[in-house]
């Protein structure tokens, strides 16, 4: 075990165990396996930084005694983490024993389940004042014994006896199975883990799940959180922003206990801190009580030679704070937008100077929209309506409104609608 050879040959040191039980794991993996290969398996390992964060939501219960399970544990971040919170034994062999008992872990990769092993022994051992001649014996010939090789689906029940649940699963897409009850065809493999591990939990387990924000915001995971929802009771919902500086998706860490099937009858509100956050106290006029939300209708590569010719504003022909009159056509039979209206990009990255940009369309009175573009078309149908919105959406709370509410890389009609407008009166 390389782990026991440190000890033995005296190169363990401070610098040596920083590296291996923060940084080492992540930058072995970016160093030995393709990008190609870790997105499309999902494998994002959490860092330092938001596995202590993940950690604190369970750490009364850590320092307790709490037992703890990863049901994708990667090469152990989470577990490291979560055990940082442990007591120690009043030896080296029993620390390993107590540790070894209430810790828990699966990944479907041989090499990161026996490269969780490892840190946490080196972080068992680093953590005692030992010699490095007693700490060495007393490392057991098989540590951690519990974390293993295996694919959670496959042994379940190994994770619903625990306490409590960290998990930072896989981020990739699959079909969902036959027996889905709120989702068919492509879903995020995410969303199955938690929804699988809640379903299978015992009553009062605690889970802090890392998960793509899609799931928290999409406008198609609303049957999935009304599942959540439906199986416990929803303790935090922290949007975290971007995974980390080298990996483009956004995450929010959910917290939440499980309670009694079909006990949990309220609605949980995803985004109850964002009003309060956004500084207003008072309830605000959201966009759908002046405008009607909808989008653009033209698929630009559906266009049919026989269709009538018709002005036509895509996304190019926007310009951010502008007033136009849309000089495009196209040939299209489906929904067109009677002027006045404002359009705003539907593809928005929480990186970008501004999420919601604007523009005013004033005419011809029918115009086909590119369906990269959300229309809000005012219900008073006046100009006044909209040249007042364009001055709203300059207000700086609007993008963090925005960025709060939703951090995937397409705005949503849904989030859209609930967008309170600073100022309106």
Known sequence: ????????EGSINKRTVHKLLNGAAAAALE?????????????????????RYVASRISKKLKAGASVADPACGAGDLLLACAAHFELASNVSMTFSGWGDRLIGLDLHDTFASAARSRLTLLAASMHKDNRAAISSAIPDA???????????????????????????????????????WASGSVQLAGLFLASVLAK?????????????????????????EFISGHAAIKKVFVYGRFDEKTDVDVFVLHLVKGPDGAQKTKSDWSRKLRRRSGANSKLVEMEEVFKVSVGAFVPF????????????????????????????????????????VVIRRTSNPSDARRVIPTLVVGPAQVAVENHLIVLRPLDESLKACEKLLKVLRHPNIDQWMNEAIRCRHLTTAKVKKLPLMGWK
């Open 302 to 341: 559906r266009e049919k030679p026989d269709h009538k010719i018709v002005p036509y504003l895509c996304v190019n022909e926007a310009p951010p704070d502008c007033n136009i009159s849309v000089m495009g056509t196209c040939k299209f039979e489906g929904t067109l937008h009677r002027t006045p209206f």
């Open 31 to 51: 160093e030995h396996v393709p990008r190609e290969t870790r997105s499309e398996d999902g494998i994002f390992f959490s860092g330092k930084a938001l596995s």
């Open 201 to 225: 939990a015992a009553v009062g387990q605690e889970i802090v799940a890392v998960l793509p924000d899609v799931l928290r915001a999409g406008t198609r995971y609303a049957r999935w959180r």
């Open 1 to 8: 075990m390389e782990v026991l050879r440190l000890f033995e």
């Open 143 to 181: 540590p951690f014994a519990n974390i293993q090789y295996g694919n959670y689906f496959d042994c379940a029940d190994r994770i619903s006896k625990v306490d409590c649940v960290v998990m930072n699963p896989p981020f990739g897409t699959v079909v969902a199975p036959a027996d889905c009850t």
